[in-house]
C-alpha cells in the first residue's frame, strides 16, 4: 500500500476517533476548528473562545461549546429573509 494512502487512512481513523469525544485537547480542537496553533493561543489568552485549564497547564475545549461559539453571529440567507418577510406581510395584511 503506497504511504499516502496509509497517512490517509490514518487521517481519516484520527478524525473518527475525535468526533465521538466531548473534550478536546488543544491540538485537537485545531484540527476540528481548522483554526491555527498560534490563533486559538490568542483567542484563549484573550479569554475569546470558551476554554478550561484544570490543572493551570493544560487547554480542553467541551465540543458543544466550541460549536456554540463558531456558529455566533450567523447570518441569514437570501432565501430566509425573503420568507420572513412573506410571512411578515401574509399576517399583517388590512382587510
Same mark, same amino acid.
Given at each position: ?10 487521517? /481519516?481513523? *484520527? ?11 488543544? *491540538? *485537537? ?7 491555527? /496553533? ?29 460549536? $456554540? ?13 425573503? $420568507? ?7 399576517? $399583517?395584511?388590512?382587510?
Amino acid at each position: 500500500m503506497d504511504t499516502i494512502l496509509i497517512f490517509d487512512r490514518l487521517d /481519516r481513523l *484520527e478524525k473518527l476517533l475525535t468526533a465521538h469525544k466531548e473534550v478536546l485537547t488543544f *491540538e *485537537e480542537t485545531c484540527d476540528y476548528t481548522g483554526i491555527s /496553533r498560534s490563533y486559538l493561543y490568542k483567542l484563549t489568552s484573550s479569554g475569546t473562545i470558551p476554554h478550561s485549564k484544570p490543572n493551570g497547564k493544560m487547554i480542553f475545549f467541551e465540543k458543544r461549546k466550541l460549536n $456554540n461559539w463558531l456558529l455566533q453571529n450567523s447570518r441569514k440567507s437570501k432565501a430566509e429573509i425573503e $420568507n420572513e418577510a412573506l410571512r411578515h406581510t401574509l399576517k $399583517n395584511r388590512r382587510p
